[in-house]
């Protein structure tokens, strides 16, 4: 089933909670499974300074933003981007098949929280991240 890992961050999620003022939010669900995340990013001159999360989900969906949110503090918000979930996947050492698409709703709040951002600051939105956001809404 869970890998040692998957078991580990989801009974002792790092980056659990919320942010006060949050420079940019991100909200992600899945119609299906019904499991909702929100991702808050604090920035600093494009850096991911803090970041936290609530997901009201499986065990899956809390593990990935876990190791999403761990991945993602500290770094520019660009690079940040580039996180899916194959890097989350190998971070947790695998998830079970019907599993995956959770990895994929952690790394697409982070994209929306970066949107948010982007958007607020009136800064300029690259087109792959308007298209990211167009399908992210779409599909929730
Ligand atoms: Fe849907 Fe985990 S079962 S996010």
Same mark, same amino acid.
Do not use: W
């Given at each position: 089933?869970?890998?040692?890992?998957?078991?580990?961050?989801?009974?002792?999620?790092?980056?659990?909670?919320?942010? #006060?003022?949050?420079?940019?939010?991100?909200?992600?669900?899945?119609? *299906?499974?019904?499991?909702?995340?929100?991702?808050?990013?604090?920035?600093?001159?494009?850096?991911?300074?803090?970041?936290?999360?609530?997901?009201?989900?499986?065990?899956?969906?809390?593990?990935?933003?876990?190791?999403?949110?761990?991945?993602?503090?500290? *770094?520019?918000?660009?690079?940040?981007?580039?996180?899916?979930?194959?890097?989350?996947? #190998?971070?947790?050492?695998?998830?079970?098949?019907?599993?995956?698409?959770?990895?994929?709703?952690?790394?697409?709040?982070?994209?929306?929280?970066?949107?948010?951002?982007?958007?607020?600051?009136?800064?300029?939105?690259? #087109?792959?991240?308007? #298209? *990211?956001? *167009?399908?992210?809404?779409?599909?929730?």
């Amino acid at each position: 089933m869970y890998s040692k890992t998957v078991i580990e961050h989801f009974q002792n999620p790092h980056n659990y909670g919320k942010i #006060e003022n949050p420079d940019g939010t991100g909200k992600v669900g899945n119609p *299906r499974c019904g499991d909702i995340m929100y991702l808050y990013i604090k920035v600093k001159e494009d850096k991911i300074t803090d970041i936290k999360f609530e997901t009201l989900g499986c065990a899956a969906a809390i593990a990935t933003s876990s190791v999403v949110t761990d991945l993602a503090k500290g *770094r520019n918000i660009f690079d940040a981007l580039k996180i899916n979930s194959e890097n989350v996947i #190998e971070k947790l050492e695998g998830l079970p098949v019907i599993k995956v698409h959770c990895s994929l709703l952690a790394a697409d709040a982070l994209a929306e929280a970066v949107y948010d951002y982007l958007k607020k600051s009136n800064k300029a939105v690259p #087109e792959e991240l308007e #298209e *990211r956001h *167009r399908q992210i809404n779409k599909e929730s």
